[in-house]
C-alpha cells in the first residue's frame, strides 16, 4: 500500500554526498514502496536541512530486516563509544 | 501479423489551476483513431514503472498519457520531487483531480483521439481513479488497480487534502468500473474489496471486480518480489479486454 506516514526528527550534523558535505538538521522517515530498491516496501530516510529550504536531500532506501539491524548497530556505536570517550573502560 | 510501432514523448498540458504540467506520453503510430487512457502513478512518484505501463497501454493500442503529479515540485529529479511532496502530506485530492482532468483534456485534443477516455492508476493511484470515476465529467471507463483507503477506517486518513473517502461519493460514479485486486492485500483487504462490491451494486453501478489468489498489493510491478507472473498476465488481460470494450476499439496491427 502507499503510505502517507513521515517521522520528521530534527538533528545536528553532517552528511556527504559524493564530494561535498552539507549541514543537515532533519531526517524524514517513512516505510512505503521505495523508488530504487526492488522491494516492495522499504526504510527510507531522507536527510536534509530544512533551514537551508530543505529541497535537497541525501537519502537511503533499506529493506524493513536490515533497517533493524543498522538501529541496533547505532545503539551499540553510541554504547561503546560514550563509554570510552567517558573513560569507563581501562585497558 | 507484426506489432503496431508507438511514439513516446514528455509533453507540457493544461494541469489545476491552469498550470503548466508534463507528463508522459505514449501513443501506437496508426491511422485508426483510438481511445485514450489516463494514468495516474502510485505515491512514491511518476517512476520507471510508470513509464512503463504507459508504453504497454500503447503497444496495446490505446494514447496513454501519465502525468507527473508532483512536478510542482520541481526541478529535480522524479524522486527528490516524490520526497518533496510525501514531506508536505502529499498532494490534495483537488490538485490531482484538476490534473487528470487536464489529461483528458490533452488526449481528447488529439488528432488521433476516438473522443473516449479512461482513467486507470495503481495503489494510491487506484484510490485516485475510484475518485475521479465519482468526481470527473466525460470519464468513459475507470480501472482501479489495489486503491487502497477508498474505504476509510482510520479517522486519521480524513485531512484537509484528502477530506472525504471516496466511497461516500459513489453516487457520482458515471462509468464502467474495473477493479483489480490481490486476495493477500491488506490495503484493500478483501473485506474493503467486498464492501465496495456492495455498494456498487446497492447503487446498480457498472462494475467488474477480479480478485485474484496468491497475490498481494502491487501484483502487476516485475521489479518487486510481489510481482505474481500468472496473475498479473491475467490481470493485464483483464484491463486490456475492458479498456477494448469501454473506449475501444484499441488499433491492431492490420
Known amino acids: 500500500m502507499c503510505s502517507y506516514i513521515v517521522e520528521k526528527v530534527a538533528l545536528y550534523g553532517s552528511a556527504k554526498a559524493q564530494t561535498d558535505w552539507r549541514s543537515i538538521d532533519t531526517a524524514h522517515v517513512y516505510f512505503d514502496h521505495p523508488f530504487h530498491t526492488p522491494l516492495d516496501h522499504a526504510l527510507s530516510i531522507d536527510f536534509i536541512n530544512e533551514a537551508a529550504g530543505g529541497r535537497e536531500r541525501i537519502a537511503v532506501e533499506l529493506s524493513a530486516e536490515t533497517a533493524r539491524e543498522l538501529v541496533k548497530a547505532i545503539s551499540a556505536a553510541l554504547d561503546r563509544g560514550e563509554m570510552e570517550h567517558a573513560g569507563l573502560n581501562q585497558y | ?111 488521433n483521439s476516438n473522443g473516449k477516455v479512461g482513467v486507470m492508476g495503481f495503489c494510491s493511484g487506484g484510490r485516485h481513479t475510484y475518485l475521479a470515476a465519482c468526481r470527473l465529467k466525460r470519464i468513459d471507463a475507470a480501472v482501479d488497480c489495489w486503491g487502497g483507503r477508498v474505504i476509510v477506517e482510520d479517522p486519521a486518513d480524513i485531512t484537509p487534502a484528502r477530506p472525504v473517502a471516496p466511497i461516500e461519493l459513489s453516487a457520482g460514479i458515471s462509468c464502467p468500473l474495473l477493479g483489480i485486486f490481490g486476495n493477500d492485500d491488506a490495503n484493500p483487504s478483501p473485506k474493503q474489496v467486498n464492501d465496495t462490491e456492495a455498494v456498487l451494486k446497492k447503487l446498480g453501478k457498472t462494475y467488474e471486480f477480479h480478485r485474484y489468489d496468491g497475490a498481494g498489493h502491487g501484483f502487476f510491478a516485475a521489479d518487486r518480489p510481489a510481482y505474481r507472473p500468472e496473475q498479473a498476465t491475467d490481470g493485464w488481460r483483464k484491463v486490456i479486454d475492458f479498456l477494448d470494450r469501454t473506449i475501444g476499439p484499441r488499433a491492431r496491427f492490420a
Open chain 2, 1 to 111: 501479423m507484426s506489432y503496431l510501432g508507438m511514439v513516446t514523448e514528455v509533453v507540457p498540458f493544461a494541469a489545476h489551476g491552469g498550470e503548466a504540467g508534463q507528463a508522459y506520453y505514449a501513443r501506437p503510430t496508426t491511422q485508426q483513431t483510438v481511445g485514450g487512457v489516463v494514468l495516474i502513478h502510485h505515491m512514491p512518484g511518476w517512476d520507471d514503472w510508470i513509464q512503463e505501463a504507459t508504453r504497454k497501454l500503447a503497444h496495446f493500442g490505446f494514447a496513454c498519457i501519465a502525468p507527473d503529479l508532483y512536478f510542482r515540485e520541481r526541478p529535480g529529479s522524479p524522486d527528490d520531487c516524490a520526497a518533496r511532496a510525501r514531506a508536505k502530506g502529499g498532494v490534495s485530492d483537488d490538485q490531482v483531480m484538476g490534473d487528470v482532468a487536464g489529461a483528458m483534456a490533452f488526449l481528447r485534443a488529439q488528432s
